[in-house]
């Protein structure tokens, strides 16, 4: 079993950066993971997902270039870094493990087996 607490969310203004930081009890070395959010009235999407060896790396369109995924696994953390934040990336912003590796199904929310409770992010334009 494992489980995740996000942290790191925030109100902040449209250009500025946060970064949201995921702790992992449990071990998560052989897993997926990744970051979903949840904007307001639309459903989750994955916004970024890294493999257990940091070399399979997704990002959605919408933050290509804006966000970064990083892993540690000895110290079981997962960190998004995100750079010139905009209004429409205000969301409730979740953590997610699977027990595999990435695979095709990488973007799909029924992949992964854990999730954290979701931090909300806020930027104001």
């Known amino acids: 079993q494992v489980q995740l607490v996000e942290s790191g969310g925030g109100l902040v203004q449209a250009g500025d950066s946060l970064t949201l930081s995921c702790e992992a009890s449990?071990?998560?070395?052989?897993?997926?993971m990744g970051w979903f959010r949840r904007p307001p009235g639309k459903e989750r999407e994955c916004v970024a997902a890294?493999?257990?060896?940091?070399?399979?790396?997704y990002y959605a369109d919408s933050v290509r270039g804006r966000f970064s995924i990083s892993r540690d696994n000895p110290k079981k953390t997962v960190t998004l870094q995100m750079n010139s934040l905009r209004p429409e990336d205000t969301a409730v912003y979740f953590c997610?493990?699977?027990?595999?590796?990435?695979?095709?199904?990488?973007?799909?929310?029924?992949?992964?087996?854990?999730w954290g409770q979701g931090i909300q992010v806020t930027v104001s334009s």
């Open positions: 449990g071990d998560i070395s052989r897993s997926a």
């Open positions: 997610v493990a699977d027990r595999w590796d990435l695979d095709a199904n990488y973007a799909s929310p029924w992949k992964y087996n854990y």
């Open positions: 890294i493999g257990r060896y940091s070399d399979n790396i």
